[in-house]
């Protein structure tokens, strides 16, 4: 099965504090990319990150980090000091090689509200 | 920044009405999507078009469903005959071609949200 889960649902947070979204994925394919997406409240899916399946380096843009690990099919990222601004529903998305080469499977999506 | 563009932003139709949802995909691009997420739900995958036809298309996209392009910057997806379930966010994307296989990020259009009634 080619698939991605995003066990947390929401998160609700205050500003500043650090926030982790969960990404677990399942796939066959050895070669495979994975992607975040961000869908703030104006709708739009806004590309965040995408990362190939023999790189397993971590990677930190700004206040923002991923952890890939191979190991345990997890994708997992971290807003370091979260913002209002960084309210907004995020999408782990899987794309496998084989098969639908250009399809993203996406997880359910995890709605982080950051509070003043 | 180039982006994609969707028109319209909003469109409400009647249950069995067609309706076109148009889409400009960066210049560049050369490989197009369309998604949709019925909504509070995950985005799902419909169809990608490639060379002028589809490469790949998912359990949803029956025969109500046909993309095309009509020229070189536009491309369409169109629903024959709408269904009441037909209504959520419709999202065109692009990516450039990089090798048959693997493609780069798609960027997502701004999504056209459809209502049917």
């Known amino acids: 099965a080619q698939k991605v889960t995003q066990a947390q649902t929401e998160i609700s947070v205050v500003e500043k504090e650090d926030v982790t979204l969960d990404c677990v994925y399942e796939?066959?394919?050895?070669?495979?990319?994975l992607f975040w997406y961000k869908q703030p409240p104006s709708g739009e899916l806004v590309f965040l990150i995408r990362r190939n399946s023999f790189d397993e380096q971590n990677e930190i843009s700004g206040r923002y980090s991923w952890n890939f690990q191979k190991s345990t099919s997890s994708f997992n990222f971290t807003i370091t000091a979260s913002q209002v601004v960084d309210s907004a529903v995020y999408f782990c998305a899987l794309r496998p090689f084989s098969g639908g080469y250009n399809k993203l499977i996406f997880g359910a999506g995890t709605r982080l509200a950051v509070h003043p | 920044e180039p982006e994609v563009t969707q028109t319209p932003s909003h469109q409400v139709t009647q249950m069995g009405q067609e309706v076109i949802l148009r889409c400009v995909p960066i210049s560049n691009h050369l490989y197009f999507y369309w998604y949709r997420q019925i909504l509070g739900q995950k985005v799902e995958f419909l169809v990608s078009?490639?060379?002028?036809?589809?490469?790949?298309k998912s359990e949803i996209f029956d025969d109500q469903f046909s993309v095309e392009r009509p020229d070189g910057s536009n491309f369409t997806l169109k629903i024959r005959s709408t269904k009441l379930e037909d209504s959520a966010m419709y999202f065109c994307?692009?990516?450039?071609?990089?090798?048959?296989?693997?493609?780069?990020?798609?960027?997502f259009g701004q999504g056209t949200r459809l209502t049917v009634v």
């Open positions: 796939t066959r394919d050895t070669t495979y990319y």
């Open positions: 078009f490639y060379n002028n036809e589809i490469s790949e």
């Open positions: 994307a692009s990516s450039e071609y990089r090798d048959r296989y693997m493609n780069t990020e798609a960027f």
